[in-house]
């Protein structure tokens, strides 16, 4: 299973005379996880509604596999949506049925496999979300996170191409969501399936995604790699990423402007970005993610489109990967570094730094190895003793809730407000028009 692409171009959806976004251009790139976020009512879970075709836009398309979703026939688009999981944000179980059952559903409604089959299979999806052994529990006799996991192994049974959260971390605590966010990782490494992730939560926007999108006053304010929204200097991301009040979003999303400047005039000088987190990588035991490689050559080529203070992210990240090696990308950053060169019958220059290199001899004897100033060999660093072959299981207490129901995904309410004002503002998009309103 490999992920594929997804080319959003010009969507615009509305629910009568309310808009809730225009003109979106984004393309998921296969196999990599990608994030949106947003503040609440700007039509995120809007927007994965009408990619599976359970919303029908007013204009644009949907590309996949060369068939565009929005005008294709009710047969090809019921095809197409088994190239989709999805993880709704309360899971979505069917509050009667066991976990196993639940799980089992979409194989039984549309495939023809044998109970034996799915029997193996629903094994399998539940083995990688850490519920083995919980067939027989009822969804209301297990905690919320439980819930979600069991939901996450239903959208990957029918080995999904794309895979679509809606606020996954939602009604989890941190430790939870943490723990959500590697299992995230590590089954983007074992299926290279196409993620698209909602959420409103600033540690997985900040650890978990290859790219992330915007989207703010009814626009996709910006969407590209990870490191163009983690170092943007605008005032409504800097607002969004330290979860502050002062800045251009407010309750009903966005603000009057005289509002917007009195409040930052009164808070006076404010903090700038957090400080940029490293990405998570998989756990041991598990395969390295495919999409890492391929978004690195895809960087590479569009590096100089993005704004400087990406680029020398990105440059720091790949430099501190591999061993601090960039691996001979046209983005490394040209050090100067001081060599000692030891010649056969030559003594060690006087002054040198403690970095030895492989020198060819010019008199056709072996080559030498340069010796550090100190004199001394520098000492084989030691093998790693973290095991290879452990996948840290998730675990968690049962949490009874028998009073809860589980019911279907719900839609994200108030996805816009009709009389809102428009305003303008000064993101770069990255996937999106350059130049249209955000």
């Known amino acids: 299973m490999t992920g594929v692409e997804v080319k959003v171009e010009g969507l615009s959806k509305s629910f009568g005379r309310a808009n809730i976004w225009s003109d979106v251009t984004l393309t ?32 644009g ?133 196409t993620f698209l992730i909602v959420t409103h939560d600033i540690n997985t926007a900040q650890t978990v995604p290859d790219n992330i999108g915007m989207l703010y006053r009814k626009h996709l304010a910006m969407f590209g790699p990870r490191e163009v929204l983690l170092t943007s200097d605008d005032p409504v991301v800097a607002q969004f990423l330290n979860g502050r009040r002062q800045g251009p979003i407010g309750m009903s999303e966005e603000k009057d402007t005289a509002q917007a400047e009195r409040e930052m005039a009164e808070a006076g000088e404010l903090d700038g970005l957090p400080e940029m987190k490293d990405q998570l990588e998989t756990s041991p035991g598990m395969p390295d993610r495919a999409a890492v490689h391929r978004r690195r050559e895809r960087v590479e080529g569009m590096m100089h489109e993005l704004p400087q203070a990406a680029q020398d992210a990105i440059r720091r990240s ?40 492989v020198v060819p001899a010019t008199d056709g004897s072996a080559p030498t190895e340069a010796v550090p100033a100190s004199g001394q060999a520098e000492p084989a660093a030691a093998d790693d003793e973290r095991p290879t072959d452990v996948h840290p299981r998730i675990t968690e207490e049962v949490a009874p809730d028998r009073g809860q129901e589980s019911g279907g995904g719900k839609a994200e309410g108030g996805a816009a407000e009709g009389g809102a004002a428009e305003g303008r503002h000064s993101f770069r998009l990255f996937g999106g028009r350059k130049g249209q309103d955000s």
């Open 28 to 59: 998921l790139p296969p196999g990599e996880v990608s994030v949106l976020l947003g503040p609440s009512g700007t039509g995120k879970s809007v927007f994965l509604k009408t990619l599976i075709g359970l919303l029908k836009p007013e204009q």
């Open 61 to 193: 398309s949907i590309v996949i596999h060369d068939t565009d979703l929005v005008k294709c026939s009710e047969s090809r688009l019921y095809d197409l949506r088994k190239l989709f999981g999805v993880l709704f944000q309360d899971g979505a179980l069917f509050g009667s049925m066991n976990l196993y059952d639940n799980i089992a559903f979409p194989l039984r409604e549309h495939t023809k496999k044998s109970e034996t089959q799915i029997r193996d299979i629903v094994a399998e999806k539940m083995d990688m979300v850490g519920l083995a052994g919980d067939e027989g529990k009822l969804p209301g006799e297990i905690s919320g996170g439980m819930r979600k996991r069991a939901g996450l192994a239903r959208a990957l049974v029918l080995d999904p191409e794309i895979i679509l959260f809606d606020e996954p971390d939602s009604g989890l605590d941190p430790v939870r969501t943490a723990y959500l966010n590697q299992l995230i990782i590590d089954l983007n490494a074992q299926t290279d399936s």
């Open 318 to 357: 790949y430099a501190n990967s591999d061993g601090g090696d960039a691996g001979g990308s046209p983005w490394a950053e040209n050090r100067e570094r001081e060599q000692v060169t030891v010649v056969a019958g030559s003594a060690p220059a006087p002054e040198a730094s403690e970095q030895t290199d």
